[in-house]
């Protein structure tokens, strides 16, 4: 069964004011109110704009004060849960976790809705962060990034930081107002090292990776795929499959060798057999996921619209 749930928090609580959900306390509600989202996870050095959740079926209450939700924290956990034969719920996490730059209610006829913007870089221009590098000659850059996010983020899980041992010659000490400036910095003058970094902030976690950074691969299963993979550019692959909260930017993947032997594949006489290109993966090896995107609309009935596109990069 699809699994959504949209809890909105005061700033610094981890009690929720609002929920949203498909399955309190654990059991599915067939009312649970229709949500639709577009939620791009990307690098943060890279400008894409914030994710957008839409609730259908809310009282008009909620939708005469809906600008109360700006500036609360929202966190949005997808995925699937047990009630179908080919749903794992080990799939389902965290999708985005920000605050919400923007909130507001419309009403078309009968449908009645509340919009919410979430930005998961927490800082503007106009709201500035104490993002403060202090990278000493000949330490490690991976020492300095963990006090400068533990010290900028105090509220988030401590930065998970995979990368090599990177210093410098010099000191190295700059001061930024978005999480953006500063990996768009670590990016530039790493990749000049031959070992660009990334900043990822990701199911509330910032995670901070190189080449370096090597997971254990994740197996896809032919019954995650929708539809093949196919080439988008030069050594770059785009793939969709059922809506995953478990993997991540820099995750390695697995594709399927086969799908001969996946549930639901019967043959019959041999002159019935169709083409066996159908039932095996045009890609096979490992991938690396550089880029993701989860959309989803719970009510509709069309699979697609409930997954997870991901780009990809082959390894090796």
């Given at each position: 069964?699809?699994?959504?749930?949209?809890?909105?928090?005061?700033?610094?609580?981890?009690?929720?004011?609002?929920?949203?959900?498909?399955?309190?306390?654990?059991?599915?509600?067939?009312?649970?109110?229709?949500?639709?989202?577009?939620?791009?996870?990307?690098?943060?050095?890279?400008?894409?704009?914030?994710?957008?959740?839409?609730?259908?079926?809310?009282?008009?209450?909620?939708?005469?004060?809906?600008?109360?939700?700006?500036?609360?924290?929202?966190?949005?956990?997808?995925?699937?849960?047990?009630?179908?034969?080919?749903?794992?719920?080990?799939?389902?996490?965290?999708?985005?976790?920000?605050?919400?730059?923007?909130?507001?209610?419309?009403?078309?006829?009968?449908?009645?809705?509340?919009?919410?913007?979430?930005?998961?870089?927490?800082?503007?221009?106009?709201?500035?962060?104490?993002?403060?590098?202090?990278?000493?000659?000949?330490?490690?850059?991976?020492?300095?990034?963990?006090?400068?996010?533990?010290?900028?983020?105090?509220?988030?899980?401590?930065?998970?930081?995979?990368?090599?041992?990177?210093?410098?010659?010099?000191?190295?000490?700059?001061?930024?107002?978005?999480?953006?400036?500063?990996?768009?910095?670590?990016?530039?003058?790493?990749?000049?090292?031959?070992?660009?970094?990334?900043?990822?902030?990701q199911g509330g976690?910032?995670?901070?990776?190189d080449s370096t950074?090597?997971?254990?691969?994740?197996?896809?299963?032919?019954?995650?795929?929708?539809?093949?993979?196919?080439?988008?550019?030069?050594?770059?692959?785009?793939?969709?499959?059922?809506?995953?909260?478990?993997?991540?930017?820099?995750?390695?993947?697995?594709?399927?060798s086969s799908l001969?032997?996946?549930?639901?594949?019967?043959?019959?006489?041999?002159?019935?057999?169709?083409?066996?290109?159908?039932?095996?993966?045009?890609?096979?090896?490992?991938?690396?996921?550089?880029?993701?995107?989860?959309?989803?609309?719970?009510?509709?009935?069309?699979?697609?619209?409930?997954?997870?596109?991901?780009?990809?990069?082959?390894?090796?």
């Amino acid at each position: 069964m699809r699994y959504y749930n949209l809890s909105l928090f005061q700033p610094g609580s981890t009690t929720p004011i609002k929920v949203w959900e498909s399955h309190p306390n654990g059991v599915f509600n067939p009312n649970a109110q229709n949500i639709e989202f577009d939620v791009p996870v990307v690098p943060a050095d890279t400008e894409i704009g914030g994710a957008t959740i839409t609730i259908e079926g809310n009282s008009l209450k909620d939708l005469l004060s809906a600008q109360q939700y700006t500036g609360l924290l929202a966190q949005l956990s997808g995925g699937m849960k047990n009630g179908l034969p080919l749903a794992n719920s080990t799939q389902s996490g965290v999708l985005v976790s920000g605050p919400i730059f923007q909130s507001f209610g419309n009403w078309e006829g009968t449908e009645m809705t509340l919009d919410l913007v979430v930005v998961p870089g927490f800082f503007a221009y106009d709201n500035p962060g104490n993002i403060v590098l202090n990278w000493p000659s000949g330490t490690l850059l991976s020492d300095a990034l963990q006090n400068t996010l533990a010290t900028a983020f105090p509220t988030l899980p401590p930065p998970q930081i995979t990368i090599g041992q990177i210093t410098q010659q010099h000191d190295e000490v700059a001061r930024y107002s978005k999480l953006e400036q500063l990996a768009t910095f670590l990016s530039g003058i790493t990749s000049a090292k031959g070992t660009p970094v990334r900043i990822v902030l990701q199911g509330g976690t910032i995670y901070v990776t190189d080449s370096t950074f090597a997971p254990p691969p994740k197996q896809i299963l032919p019954t995650d795929l929708i539809g093949q993979p196919t080439w988008i550019a030069p050594n770059l692959m785009q793939m969709k499959v059922v809506m995953r909260g478990d993997l991540y930017i820099g995750s390695n993947i697995t594709m399927p060798s086969s799908l001969m032997n996946a549930p639901g594949i019967i043959f019959t006489l041999g002159s019935a057999l169709p083409s066996q290109i159908k039932y095996s993966s045009t890609f096979s090896g490992s991938f690396t996921i550089i880029e993701m995107r989860h959309l989803g609309n719970f009510r509709s009935q069309d699979g697609a619209q409930w997954a997870t596109i991901m780009n990809c990069v082959p390894n090796g």
